[in-house]
């Protein structure tokens, strides 16, 4: 910067020194320090000297001088490094009009004119209008330029640029392809255009999902570069960033770090700390540590982006929305609502300033405000943020279609969260059909697609369909998304619920196997959502009565739960629970009741005195305790369970009478005989309204009734119950008959 600085106290000097006549000379000066200034990225000083020239100019030029021409167009290249885009376009159809009165049409200056005029148009979205002016452009250069000129190279890499804008992935390559072939031919093999043209090509690979090629040409741009710049031009931070994109892509966020990381050392040694070169490497950064789940450094780094961009280029510049949009993104994932929504609206307004209304980056802004209002679960306003952008998509010829199909999933993910699950997957097939056509298909927004709509079919109670399109999304993850743990962890995952679901036990363990063979070398050691698959593969284990393997996996679980911050102690009581209940099915009776007594502990702590689940703990405590023969504490802990159940269950439930029957017995095991038969009592009204009149379990109350009855020498009571035991056990068939 210092040559900058020099340059500027020359100039400033010779321009003090110059008198008013000689205004040749000062309208020269002027356009020199605005050059200066521009080069600095002082635009709004460089703007103030071309003010100046323009208004000598204008006092001592003819209107329609080719001299104002070129001031004109000093004015709009600031402006449109300001972001401007609205001047820009003024001042450059300002010169454009003079160089068509004073220029013959096919004029290298008209040229030029009409190349910056598009990539304004470029800028703003106006894609049509772009491609008519570069056409116009190419069109004079081709009458009076040789064909390997390398101003034909240019325009070919503007023309390419639109196309990549347009998603037209194909022509553009052919167009950085033509570029590529004009300067092999025109310039030295180590040119540094040939850098920026392989760097181009690179891109485009990696936008078609083709990562070998990609790297391969970012690669062969970095070694023009490094032969040929210093070790620190911000051009090689330019390579290490494309490079590693590439990596990103491929979910390699540790290469892709590292790559990044050397882009940010580079910037640091040959800028100032607030230049706009540092603001991509940070927004990539941000990206890559939004990606590993590590949010407050994403956070961190999209900030250094944002003020950057702000101290650079002023809060109403296009680029600035990038900036809101990336806080936005990270603070939903926070937690921030209130913020998240402050940066996308502030965003959709610059936009709506400085592009055309049919811009694709204003339907990605409406996609992130519906994206927050979904998570905010004010479903309505997320489907009309979604509408406004599919309506963009719809109308423009310069959206991508894999931006159509995100809104269609982002539609069908809202329906889905309402449970409006026949509406949700006609946009999920929406998404999918788009999704399976695009050349540069991104596996792993179809594999989600494909997880979602599996989600949807097992909410509606069409497991085999749910199941069929995890198995889809399951391929994919497995040919085409080897380094993407997370999502293949997710669709093991959701297959091996649907089994579950479906009573196929076995399949059920194998995915779930499969799940925590890769949650295991990917979690950490307080990984909650590892402890809910430890738990879910308990659980089978539990039911196919292999209750050594459940108890493994339950307390592998509640080893996590026990350790993380914060803890869920509701997670936790569950999980003592289970071990609990697999302790008891074992006849271990000591350790079931020391896991229901800590879960109890928990429960007692945290829920209301008649919560259900603190009656089902007592149930399961009492009935240990009575395979103990601690009588008493059995009857304690079922009294307990029925103070709640009474107050949950209706008067003739059937888990009612279970519980009045289980005290009863417990009574009855004391010689307590006066509360064990009030409570067979309560038992016999219920099962003779709700079972049939042979029932054994009716036998077994009319039984016991009967013994408590002709213990007391209440021979007449006694015999009547025996008689209604036994006439049931008539009826009932013997153990050997057959049927």
């Known amino acids: 910067m210092g040559e900058f600085t020099q340059a500027e106290n020359i100039l400033g000097k010779q321009l003090k020194s110059t008198r008013k006549e000689t205004w040749h000379k000062q309208t020269h000066l002027n356009h020199q320090l605005g050059y200066v200034h521009s080069l600095k990225g002082d635009y709004e000083i460089a703007l103030s000297y071309y003010e100046k020239a323009l208004k000598i100019e204008l006092v001592n030029l003819p209107e329609n001088d080719s001299l104002l021409a070129s001031t004109y167009n000093n004015m709009a290249s600031t402006y449109y490094s300001m972001g401007n885009f609205s001047s820009a376009l003024l001042y450059y159809t300002k010169a454009l009009e003079i160089e068509q009165k004073s220029l013959p049409s096919d004029h290298p200056m008209l040229a030029t004119t009409y190349n910056n005029i598009g990539s304004v148009h470029n800028s703003k979205g106006n894609y049509t209008e772009a491609l008519e002016l570069y056409q116009k452009t190419l ?171 702000l101290h650079s280029l002023g809060e109403n510049h296009s680029d600035m929305a990038i900036s809101y949009n990336n806080l936005g993104t990270i603070y939903s994932s926070m937690g921030d609502k209130l913020k998240a929504f402050d940066c996308h609206q502030k965003a959709l307004e610059i936009q709506q300033k400085s592009l055309s209304e049919n811009h694709p980056n204003i339907a990605q802004t409406y996609n992130n405000i519906g994206l927050l209002y979904n998570s905010m679960e004010e479903y309505s306003k997320a489907l009309s943020s979604y509408e406004k952008a599919l309506s963009i998509q719809q109308n423009s010829k310069s959206i991508k279609e894999q931006s159509t199909a995100i809104t269609y999933y982002n539609i069908g993910s809202t329906y889905y969260c309402m449970k409006n699950y026949s509406i949700a997957i006609p946009f999920f097939e929406k998404a999918l059909i788009i999704q399976q056509k695009i050349p540069s298909m991104n596996y792993q927004d179809l594999a989600n697609t494909y997880n979602n709509i599996g989600l949807t079919y097992y909410e509606m109670n069409d497991y085999e369909k749910a199941i069929s399109f995890y198995a889809e999304a399951c391929t994919i993850c497995e040919k085409h998304l080897a380094n993407e743990d997370s999502l293949l962890i997710t669709t093991y995952n959701n297959i091996a619920v649907a089994y579950n679901t479906t009573n196929n036990k076995s399949k059920a363990l194998l995915f779930y196997e499969k799940t925590l063979k890769l949650r295991e070398k990917n979690s950490t050691t307080n990984d909650l959502s590892l402890a809910n698959i430890y738990s879910n593969t308990g659980s089978i284990y539990d039911l196919v009565g292999n209750y050594l393997d459940a108890i493994n996996y339950y307390q592998k679980a509640m080893a996590i739960e026990e350790n993380a911050s914060p803890k869920n102690d509701l997670l936790l009581s569950n999980t003592y629970s289970n071990i609990a209940v697999a302790y008891k099915q074992l006849e271990d009776n000591e350790n079931a009741l020391k896991f229901n007594q800590k879960a109890l502990s928990i429960r007692e702590n945290i829920q209301a005195t008649d919560n259900s689940d603190l009656a089902i703990i007592y149930n399961s405590m009492a009935f240990i305790y009575q395979k103990m023969k601690n009588y008493s504490a059995a009857v304690t802990f079922y009294q307990k369970a029925i103070a709640i159940d009474e107050k949950t269950f209706s008067s003739d439930d059937a888990k009612l009478a279970t519980i009045y029957n289980n005290l009863a017995v417990a009574y009855h095991s004391m010689k307590d005989e006066i509360n064990a038969l009030s409570f067979y009592e309560k038992v016999l009204p219920i099962r003779e309204r709700i079972l049939s009149a042979n029932d054994p379990s009716l036998a077994s109350t009319y039984s016991s009734i009967a013994s408590i009855y002709s213990s007391k020498g209440m021979k007449s009571d006694a015999v009547k119950f025996y008689e209604k035991s036994l006439k049931i056990h008539e009826i009932l068939p013997s153990p050997n008959h057959s049927l």
Not at 147 to 154: G, K, R, V
Not at 191 to 198: F, G, P, R, T, V
Not at 272 to 300: E, L, M, P
């Open 139 to 309: 069109n004079i250069r081709q009458k009076i330029l040789p064909e390997n000129h390398p101003d034909m190279a240019s325009i070919y890499n503007n023309i390419g640029s639109v196309y990549n804008s347009l998603g037209d992935d194909q022509t553009a390559l052919s167009s950085y392809e033509q570029t590529l072939e004009i300067q092999k031919k025109a310039l030295h093999p180590k040119h540094i255009d040939l850098a920026i043209s392989y760097g181009n090509i690179g891109t485009i690979y990696n936008s078609m999902g083709d990562h070998e090629k990609a790297l391969e040409y970012h690669t062969k741009s970095f070694e023009i570069r490094d032969k040929s710049l210093p070790p620190n031009h911000p051009d090689i931070a330019l390579s290490y960033n494309n490079i590693g994109s590439v990596y990103n892509s491929q979910g390699d966020y540790m290469n892709a770090l590292s790559y990044f990381q050397k882009a940010l050392e580079i910037c640091d040694t040959s800028h100032a700390r607030n230049h706009i070169g540092f603001a991509t490497t940070y927004d990539n950064i941000g990206s890559v540590y939004k990606s590993i789940g590590n949010k407050s450094a994403a956070q961190s780094n999209y900030q250094k982006a944002f003020d950057i961009r």
